[in-house]
Nanobody
């Protein structure tokens, strides 16, 4: 079955960087769009970034543009999120998600994604 396993979270100071990874299995990773989402305490899932199946197209939330970079290695079935210049407001649980059954063109909408990982915590201290 589809499995998504995130790693790379941790605690950093403001201005620091982290690289999240998401290892995918159980489906043909290279055929599907992927996304990163985050959930801050008491808030809904927020779309952070999304990437097309080939990796040639990417989309970002305004709050992370210029600081975060989504990428993928289809040969390794792995999704990445490079996060630079982290801010305390980036503190959240981060999830990767697979868009296996497209419903719309809203690539940063959580309803667009069908399978989710268990999440990895990112904490940014001021």
């Amino acid at each position: 079955q589809v499995q998504l396993v995130e790693s790379g979270g941790g605690s950093v100071q403001a201005g620091g960087a982290l690289r999240l990874s998401c290892a995918a299995s159980g489906y043909v990773f290279s055929n599907y769009y992927m996304g990163w989402f985050r959930q801050r305490t008491g808030k809904d899932h927020e779309g952070v970034a999304a990437i097309s199946d080939t990796g040639l197209s990417t989309w970002y939330a305004d709050s992370v543009k210029g600081r975060f970079t989504i990428s993928r290695d289809n040969a390794k079935s792995t999704l990445y999120l490079q996060m630079n210049n982290l801010k305390p407001e980036d503190t959240a649980m981060y999830y990767c998600a697979a868009r296996l059954r497209p419903k719309s063109w809203s690539f940063l909408a959580s309803r667009e994604y069908d399978n989710w990982g268990q999440g990895t915590q990112v904490t940014v201290a001021s």
